[in-house]
């Protein structure tokens, strides 16, 4: 009788065993992200985050075909041969079925050609460099922004402030240059008048004094940085101590977007008064009901109002399960088929992604943005004067000039 009985649990056991796997087995998703110097730990934290609560978010309505979403975190250290042997890693012995989270252009730029090599969807999370979509690649998508949409939003202000003179700096990367050189031809284009300039700096400087003094005798209308932390706050603190932006006579336009950062008025103080920022989130902007809930829960867990990376992020595995869920599979063919018919309410509005190839191919091309002025010292961002959005005429008049 106990062999018996012994014998018909084993058998039970063996035909459960396969379905108790499959329930449970999570969905492995990979994300290199830099967690570590040079790279801009801040964006990596901020990327990190919105990846959790979307994780969060899927799993408390049943996971993804039955499965939770479990997250493989890589440091990059913001090194595109790092990121490169982190998305192999992650392929090959992880076996992840799917990249997200990448936010610095010059290691996307590595990881893509790893993932198509590979077969494997990645989604880019923050890398603005127009090179990425210009790949070409079947295996990536973009829910990022892009240089090419900063250059046009940016060009559109400079051309309607009227100012005369524009020095840009940026940093050196696919990033920093790509912009510059975008800014560049669209000045050229709908503000041909003005003398645009841009100088490149390196990003791991410690001392950015010698490319800030010659402007006292240049007196430039306006100074865009095209910069991302902590670079671009020691560039602004010392524009700032050497009497030149913002003032008076010149503007600061930041075109990385790095002023709702929760660490950005602890760096730059009085340094940010006055600054004009070309942005991607502002709470005025309406949100979608997964956008409302996002934001909500990361309200409740940190306290403040989240920045634009943390929409990115929690769309980025969004959308990845969307495509996992439609495709009724994990394989990489039918996710990537999948991925390319998208039609999915996001956080800031129906993401898609074009299909032509070219500057836009496989790219939210219509992605929102803002631009807004920080008008008083640690003035958050519910606060600052918002001079154009959806469906917000832009209007420069509203700008105020620093005192001093």
């Not at 969905?27 to 990327?47: F, Y």
């Amino acid at each position: 009788m106990n062999r018996r009985r012994l014998l018909l649990t084993l058998i039970a056991v063996a035909v459960a065993w396969p379905f108790a796997a499959s329930a449970q087995d999570a969905i492995k998703i990979g994300a290199p992200i830099s967690m570590s110097p040079p790279g801009s730990v801040t964006q990596g934290k901020e990327v990190r985050d919105g990846l959790t609560l979307a994780q969060q978010i899927l799993d408390k309505r049943g996971g993804v075909l039955g499965r939770k979403i479990e997250i493989l975190y890589e440091d990059t250290q913001g090194i595109p041969e790092k990121g490169r042997a982190a998305v192999e890693k992650l392929i090959t012995r992880d076996k992840v079925v799917a990249i997200v989270g990448e936010h610095a252009s010059s290691v996307t730029l590595a990881d893509i050609e790893v993932a198509h090599r590979y077969n494997i969807p990645l989604m880019n999370t923050n890398a603005w460099s127009d090179a990425v979509r210009l790949k070409g690649y079947p295996q990536v998508f973009n829910r990022a922004n892009y240089n090419s949409r900063v250059a046009e939003a940016m060009g559109e202000v400079i051309a309607k402030m009227k100012v005369k003179n524009v020095v840009a700096f940026a940093e050196n990367t696919d990033y920093g240059t790509g912009q510059a050189e975008a800014m560049k031809k669209t000045l050229a284009r709908v503000a041909p008048d003005v003398k645009f300039t841009s100088r490149v700096l390196d990003r791991a400087a410690k001392d950015f004094t010698p490319a800030v003094l010659p402007l006292k005798s240049e007196k430039p209308d306006m100074v865009v940085t095209i910069m991302i932390p902590p670079a671009s706050y020691l560039l602004m603190n010392q524009l700032y101590e050497n009497g030149i932006a913002p003032s008076r006579q010149t503007w600061l336009y930041d075109g990385a977007g790095v002023a709702d950062y929760p660490e950005f008025w602890d760096n730059v103080k009085d340094a940010g008064v006055g600054l004009l920022s070309f942005g991607l989130y502002h709470p005025q902007m309406t949100l979608s009901a997964l956008g409302k809930e996002v934001r909500t829960l990361y309200m409740e867990q940190h306290k403040r109002e989240p920045n634009r990376l943390i929409f990115q992020a929690a769309d980025s595995l969004f959308l990845v399960a969307d495509a996992i869920t439609r495709a009724k599979s994990t394989e990489a063919d039918p996710v990537i088929k999948a991925l390319r018919e998208t039609r999915f309410e996001g956080s800031q509005g129906t993401v898609t992604f074009e299909k032509e190839q070219g500057l836009y191919f496989q790219t939210w091309k219509n992605i929102p943005y803002i631009t807004y002025q920080l008008t008083a010292k640690g003035q958050q961002l519910p606060d600052t004067l918002l001079i154009q959005g959806p469906g917000i005429e832009l209007s420069v008049d509203k700008l105020m000039r620093p005192a001093r």
